[in-house]
């Protein structure tokens, strides 16, 4: 697949993958943890994992601009590494504190912030090349791909570390017992056959479990189960060392920015008052973040998202403000772009949010044998190499040692699989961030077919644009809530289950919530490297870097409004909450349609 690209995309993926593995290692447990160990409500919650989010990308915004000031693109991503490296170090010590655990969070999101936009813009550099410019599609999205695989293991490994801890102390994994047991050791649970008949379920020690003792177990169940989490996140760490080595033994393969002669800067500077403009825009946009914050505290009651709004609305007119006359038009259709994906994200990544309390709280908390195929690694691994077999012996292309290699793939895949299946039991256990590994493996096994369907296109010259790309991905996604949405209409809401302490109502197949992230992936691989791809080609030279940051800005935004499910949590039906973003989702593809012919402009310009 790397075939015909530089050596730099290879090195770039691999570096990125092992990141990705940590960051999604922690995403697939963090809102969970947060609730465990320090007994926060959803919205709560949510608004700790939202802020975070949003620093992951907003920060990019810093990176940006150091990177591009300073032209040392590979020597700022590999500060961002080390960052990240120490934030998952101070999440893997066990009984800190809250503020302790935000201090981490935030270490994190500064080195992300560092490390994402500019390895995204590096990327884009290896492709200014002509020589490789109509590889640059395709690229991102095999750079997408490598994302992905990492993301993949990483609920796997954080599922199997937690239930690990649990077990060598005496305790099965139920996802509903924390906050049980919160209500329990806070006093507001007066009925307690239910969850002493679920306390001694988990109990592997022989204890029983009865109102006498039932404050002592939850006390020491939570305290097991989050030291379960802080040592997941020493998985994030090891991933962040494997990252850092391969980025330090093979950067010389990635692209050097070299800074302008200082002939060039002064010629630019005669050409644009650039310090005028910096001053100007920076007045009019700090004037419009703390006027947006205020319209939002009056209006909403949510000074925060004011200013994470606000933030965007800045960068918009600093950017436009100091663009000159050439760069402008090509300025605008970026942040219009920007514009459409704040709604995909805050859509999107619920997958970390309100789909994880979905998995948690309303799919089924045991599956059969062959469903549970696809819940522990070796089992879903041979599910893997089963299918990959079946495919690759069906492609008529495939010859000789890749057609006896496809048969031994097809066959000890489906005998594996045959036995895991005969091994299983009638009923087993499933864990709610197994929910999060579906997405990453769509992606992997998508993303070729994607590729194929493109390019078989473009070869009779029917391949959709780029903005088109983005705007049928928006389509895309609506179908995906759509489904989430019709397997909720007869469920009882958060709040009646939280009011009367609900631990038996009607939960619905996991199949619900692996087709819907099928149709988010697919949703996902029209949009996400699609933009960066166009942030790639569109970005004028001298904001590379800002405006991939500006792409990730976006994104914060975005992920920062996925406090709108939290909230809504708790005081909607399920299917008004999924409405929502099915609606969001709608109105973004009508509006990048209805300004489709000033994107392509700006993509053929």
């Known amino acids: 697949m790397f075939k015909g690209h530089p050596k730099g995309l290879l090195v770039a993926s691999i570096a990125n993958m092992g990141e990705r593995f940590g960051f999604y290692t922690m995403m697939a447990i963090l809102v969970l943890f947060l609730q465990t160990r320090y007994g926060l409500s959803e919205e709560s919650a949510g608004d700790i994992y939202s802020w975070f989010y949003f620093g992951i990308y907003a920060l990019a915004l810093i990176g940006g601009m150091v990177a591009d000031f300073t032209k040392k693109y590979k020597l700022v991503i590999l500060t961002g590494i080390v960052f990240m490296l120490a934030g998952y170090i101070l999440l893997f010590m066990p009984g800190m504190p809250l503020t302790f655990t935000v201090i981490a969070l935030f270490t994190i999101a500064f080195g992300n912030g560092l490390f994402k936009g500019n390895l995204q813009a590096v990327v884009g550099q290896l492709y200014d090349d002509p020589k490789y410019s109509k590889l640059r599609d395709s690229a991102f999205m095999l750079f997408y791909m490598g994302i992905n695989v990492g993301a993949f293991f990483a609920p796997f490994a954080a599922t199997g570390i937690r239930n690990w801890w649990l077990s060598i102390n005496g305790y099965l994994h139920d996802g509903s017992l924390p906050a049980l047991c919160h209500q329990v050791i806070g006093g507001s649970l007066t009925k307690l056959d239910g969850f002493i008949a679920l306390a001694n379920k988990a109990s592997l020690n022989g204890a029983v479990v009865n109102e006498a003792n039932a404050k002592a177990f939850a006390t020491n169940y939570l305290d097991i189960f989050s030291q379960g989490y802080n040592y997941a996140f020493g998985i994030a760490a090891i991933s962040m060392v494997v990252s850092l080595l391969v980025y330090l033994v093979f950067y010389k393969n990635l692209p050097n920015k070299e800074k302008p002669a200082k002939a060039d800067k002064n010629a630019e500077a005669k050409k644009n008052p650039e310090n005028t403009k910096y001053t100007i825009g920076a007045v009019v946009s700090l004037s419009l973040l703390a006027g947006t914050a205020l319209v939002f505290k009056y209006a909403l009651d949510n000074f925060n998202l004011g200013l994470a709004v606000g933030l965007f609305i800045s960068f918009a007119s600093w950017i436009f ?285």
């Open 321 to 605: 403000m100091i663009s000159n006359k050439e760069e402008r038009p090509r300025v605008i259709a970026l942040l219009l772009v920007f514009a459409v994906v704040i709604f995909f994200w805050m859509s999107f990544h619920q997958n970390g949010l309100t789909l994880t309390f979905f998995a948690r709280d309303y799919i089924v908390k045991t599956v059969d044998s062959v469903t549970y195929l696809f819940f522990t690694l070796p089992s879903i691994l041979s599910v893997i190499a089963a299918v990959a077999g079946v495919v690759m012996l069906a492609n008529k292309n495939i010859k000789g040692k890749l057609k006896l290699v496809a048969s031994v793939l097809a066959v000890a895949g489906l005998g594996l699989c045959a036995y895991f299946v005969s091994t299983n039991s009638a009923s087993n256990s499933i864990s709610p961030e197994v929910f999060q590994s579906f997405n990453p493996l769509f992606i992997v096994a998508l993303t070729p077919i994607v590729m194929g369907i493109f390019a078989m296109l473009a070869k009779k010259n029917m391949e959709p644009t780029t903005p088109k790309k983005i705007g049928y991905g928006m389509i895309i996604a609506s179908i995906g809530f759509i489904i989430v949405l019709i397997a909720s209409m007869n469920l009882v809401s958060p709040a009646e289950v939280k009011a009367q302490g609900l631990t038996d109502y009607l939960r619905v197949t996991p199949y619900w919530l692996i087709s819907s992230y099928l149709i988010l992936t697919i949703a996902e691989l029209f949009l996400s490297p699609m933009g960066l791809s166009f942030v790639s080609k569109v970005a004028p030279p001298r904001f590379q870097g800002l405006m991939q940051s500006g792409w990730l800005l976006a994104t914060a935004v975005g992920n920062k409004l996925l406090v709108v499910g939290s909230i809504g949590w708790g005081k909607l039906e399920l299917w008004q909450l999924w409405a929502v973003f099915i609606g969001c989702c709608l109105v973004s593809a009508a509006f990048v349609f209805a300004i489709m012919k000033r994107l392509e402009k700006a993509t053929n310009s």
